[in-house]
């Protein structure tokens, strides 16, 4: 699923880094200094989930937007740090016109609530 959401979403402008999993996700983000605006995660992820994984990022980006994706829950698995900002979930399968519409929703949210 990475492959073609990475595609879709470099073809529509935006700017993509990918990792294999959560731990190699925040040694990215750490070690590089790099401020993000959008994180997309899987709820389901072997080793570090993506709710805790958003949970962490925030920690040091706080107004981190998160768009959580999941083919196995239909409710936004909610966290303290959801509060500052915005997160949304997004069903598997989607099509592309699907994600392209919840990134471009999330992004449109203020950051700090």
């Known amino acids: ?8 979403l470099r073809m529509h402008g935006y700017t993509v880094h990918e990792t294999h999993d959560g731990m190699a996700a925040l040694d990215l983000v750490h070690r590089q200094a790099m401020h993000i605006d959008l ?7 072997p080793g570090l989930n993506g709710r805790e994984l958003a949970r962490r990022l925030r920690g040091s980006l706080q107004s981190l937007r998160v768009l959580y994706v999941s083919g196995y829950s239909d ?6 740090e ?6 949304i979930l997004l069903q598997k399968p989607f099509l592309p016109e699907e994600l392209i519409r919840k990134v471009r929703e999330i992004l449109n949210q203020p950051a700090e609530r």
């Open 1 to 8: 699923m990475r492959g073609p959401t990475q595609h879709i």
């Open 39 to 45: 994180l997309i995660t899987d709820i389901v992820m």
């Open 75 to 80: 409710k936004l698995p909610l966290t303290p």
């Open 82 to 87: 959801d509060d500052r900002a915005p997160s």
